[in-house]
């Protein structure tokens, strides 16, 4: 089939239901998961935004790269801001489209940031981790707990549809917000995990939690480059 549609792809990267077929396809399609991981980039800030953070204002030529790429070239900066000042509103696809290319204008670095400073490190809240393409149904969540002694711990769980069997070892990765340096923290056990933090690492850093599928008796330590559910920690 012809590569998914723009809408087809945005859904993908949201975790909504798509198309059998168009989920078969992204998932054996290299340019289209590549396009999906950018979108869910997005995704993952988005959800992850508080009443702290704001976006900043693009650059012009930003604007008019975003307006090429639409069917109508008519981008209206003031009404993608009222959408973001709307609480719990959906990001409709074109929407989600012009974030993204807003995020590669920026060259690729994420338009963020905090009104009342450097954030601390928010032990106790839950973040949301979304399926990737090829994992449809697949869901997690992800905490930091800390015992006040300065001990955290990374709380990991990961629900897979009834219907589908993994053949590997789920392990619990955290990566830089560009998924350039990923550190592997430990496997899980069934379909969670509690993985002491080292003192020294640097949550802020390397804010991104990603379950990956390990192939059976794996001796590599790289990342497989499967991954089924990822999301961004609120630090």
């Known amino acids: 089939m012809a590569h998914p549609t ?19 396809h992204v998932a054996d399609c290299l340019a289209c998961v590549t396009e999906v991981e950018a979108l869910q980039h997005v995704v993952v800030v988005g959800r992850s935004l508080g009443p702290d953070d704001t976006l900043l204002a693009p ?3 930003v604007w008019e790269q975003i307006s090429a790429q639409l069917p109508d070239g008519s981008p209206v900066p003031d009404e993608l801001a009222a959408r973001r000042r ?24 994420y338009a963020l940031k905090s009104l009342s400073g450097p ?14 393409p090829g994992w449809p149904g697949a869901s ?8 006040g002694g300065g001990q955290r711990t990374l709380v990991v769980s990961v629900q897979l549809p009834a219907t589908v ?13 560009q998924a350039r340096e990923m550190v592997a923290m430990g496997t ?12 020294s690492f640097d949550l802020a850093t390397h804010p ?9 008796g794996d001796t590599d330590p790289h990342h497989s480059d499967v991954s089924v559910v990822r999301g961004r920690l609120n630090v």
């Open 86 to 109: 709307s609480p719990r509103r959906r990001w409709a696809p074109v929407a989600l489209a012009a974030a993204a290319a807003l995020v590669v204008g920026l060259g690729g670095g």
């Open 59 to 61: 650059h012009g030529r």
């Open 140 to 147: 997690g969540k992800a905490t930091i707990e800390d015992d």
């Open 119 to 132: 954030s601390s490190d928010a032990a106790g809240t839950t973040t949301t981790l979304n399926a990737l």
């Open 6 to 24: 723009p809408d087809d792809l945005a859904l993908v990267a949201l975790g909504e239901d798509v198309a059998p077929e168009v989920a078969a």
């Open 208 to 216: 991104i939690v990603d379950v990956s599928l390990e192939p059976p």
């Open 188 to 199: 899980m056990s069934g379909d969670s995990a509690r993985i002491p933090v080292p003192a």
């Open 165 to 177: 069997s993994v053949d590997g070892t789920m392990e619990v990765w955290m990566s830089d917000t």
